[in-house]
């Protein structure tokens, strides 16, 4: 399999989801990018953390390009990490970044796999899970807190960044229910014959009850109605979030090195 459908897929995720919270009136999240050669530069200034602050696809070739990349940040003054995948290293590139005073602090896992060859997978006859309507951005947005401990104060943030994807093609929400309860929530993304496992949470109180099994298989049938060939995804190294790809059917493409700057 060539693995750059990863790197594809994760770029083209990402990018759509940025260009369409840039597209709120005022850019309220402060959302810039960047692409120079084979490298895509993300940045939101007003949403903390590496997940929307990341370079992705550095390679050798574009190390012409990391002073603008640096510089890029600098006016922004926003921490970022780059992520350097496996095909895309080389000792001249660690070097490079070595230089500029960065250094690797961790890993992240890229799952990949064929959409026919996905696993059918049982999950709890008290687990069900519908698509999210429009109004429910604010369940979601709960959920979502809660599950990964983060300050109530960004849950208004986290509705509007979904919310504003509703109505993009390729972009799929959903919730899972424990005996008509709200439990856990999911997202998925179809462009290009390729489906991205884009996020997924579950509350504490219902992990162990399959819900997170459910949502993957939710998503992975839908995956492939519309078309997808293949089904890609992330997870830290050896989580919970790692066992279950494994289980519906993906396999561990590569993990990712993580740099940031001392």
């Not at 940025?18 to 084979?38: A, D, R």
């Not at 070739?61 to 990349?69: F, Q, S, T, W």
């Not at 849950?155 to 229910?177: C, D, R, S, T």
Request: charged share 20%; net charge negative.
């Amino acid at each position: 399999m060539d693995l750059s459908i990863i790197e594809r897929a994760e770029n083209q995720t990402l990018q759509s989801r940025l260009t369409s919270i840039q597209t709120i009136e005022g850019n309220p999240m402060g959302v810039y990018q960047l692409v120079k050669g084979n490298t895509y530069v993300f940045a939101a200034e007003n949403i903390p953390g590496p997940a929307f602050n990341t370079v992705r696809g550095l390679r050798e070739n574009d190390l012409p390009y990391l002073v603008d990349i640096l510089d890029f940040y600098h006016k922004l003054s926003i921490d970022f990490r780059i992520e350097i995948t496996p095909p895309n290293s080389s000792e001249l590139l660690f070097r490079a970044l070595i230089d500029k005073e960065f250094f690797q602090y961790g890993f992240h896992a890229s799952f990949v796999g064929e959409a026919s060859q996905i696993k059918e997978i049982s999950s709890s006859a008290y687990v069900e899970v519908h698509s999210l309507k429009k109004d429910e951005f604010d369940l979601f947005a709960s959920i979502y807190v809660k599950a990964f401990g983060l300050p109530t104060f960004i849950q208004n943030g986290i509705k509007q960044n979904n919310e504003v994807l509703f109505e993009v093609p390729g972009w799929e929400f959903y919730v899972a229910y424990v005996k008509g309860i709200p439990a856990g929530i999911a997202v998925l993304f179809v462009k290009d014959e390729i489906a991205s496992l884009a996020a997924a949470a579950t509350l504490q109180e219902y992990c162990s009850m399959g819900v997170q099994s459910a949502l993957l298989h939710k998503r992975s049938q839908v995956a492939i109605e519309k078309g997808a060939k293949y089904i890609t995804s992330e997870a830290t190294f050896g989580s919970v979030s790692h066992r279950n790809m494994e289980r519906v059917g993906l396999k561990l493409a590569y993990t990712k090195a993580l740099w940031k700057k001392f």
